[in-house]
């Protein structure tokens, strides 16, 4: 499986990208301090920002991206919109909002791995597209493990959970509530800007 392995911290600086976003809440560079003295960009570099930019978040490369916009376009309503709501609809960006990953990445990983179902079957695919009513859970053989089992009780940390999403902590699953809207994306995008950008 093909993956981008960029340097977190040094990829959010050039993307203007806080970390925050990608879950890494202490992550700094301190490369190129004046990064930000730079020449206006071109319209077209700044449609090319926003569509790398997305595209680190989710973790996508640029053929899946783009299947992603495709189908955006064929939806109904703004295209832009849509394909935002698809990225966010990922399975492994669902189990990072429930907080049972710290980063998308780590979510990821541990989809891949087979960690979670979905409505009771194991799912080990990160792209898959959850719908209202799933429920998304961690699989009873790998609660035990270090990982899950510090994500209940009292010492367990807290999340902030998305309005789209229900958390039920102590039985380490989460449900969809409805279909996410553009207004549920937590970091800075303007998405007109890659719709441009595809459209040319």
């Known amino acids: 499986m ?10 959010c600086k050039a993307l203007n990208v806080s970390p925050a976003a990608m879950g890494y809440n202490k992550k700094t560079t301190n490369r190129n301090p004046k990064g930000q003295m730079r020449r ?12 790398q930019k997305v ?18 376009e064929k939806m109904p309503g703004k295209a832009g919109d849509n ?12 189990v990072y909002h ?15 791995h087979g960690h979670f179902t979905v409505d009771g079957r194991k799912v080990n695919i990160p792209s898959y597209q959850v719908k209202p009513g799933q429920v998304i859970a961690v699989r009873q ?27 039920e902590r102590d039985e380490l699953k989460g449900t969809v509530l409805r279909m996410p809207e553009r207004a549920d994306v937590d970091f800075p995008v303007e998405e007109h800007l890659i719709v441009e950008l595809y459209s040319r």
């Open 2 to 11: 093909a993956k981008n392995a960029q340097p977190v911290a040094k990829r």
């Open 40 to 51: 206006k960009q071109s319209e077209y570099a700044l449609q090319l920002n926003e569509k």
């Open 55 to 72: 595209k680190f978040v989710y973790g996508m490369l640029e053929k899946q991206f783009r299947s992603y916009y495709e189908r955006a």
């Open 83 to 94: 394909l935002l709501i698809l990225c966010e609809r990922r399975l492994d960006n669902v």
């Open 98 to 112: 429930l907080g049972f990953a710290q980063t998308r990445r780590q979510a990821r990983q541990l989809v891949s």
């Open 141 to 167: 053989k790998s609660r035990s493990s270090v990982l899950f089992s510090k994500l209940t009780g009292e010492d367990a940390p807290f999340v902030t959970v998305p309005e789209w999403l229900q958390l």
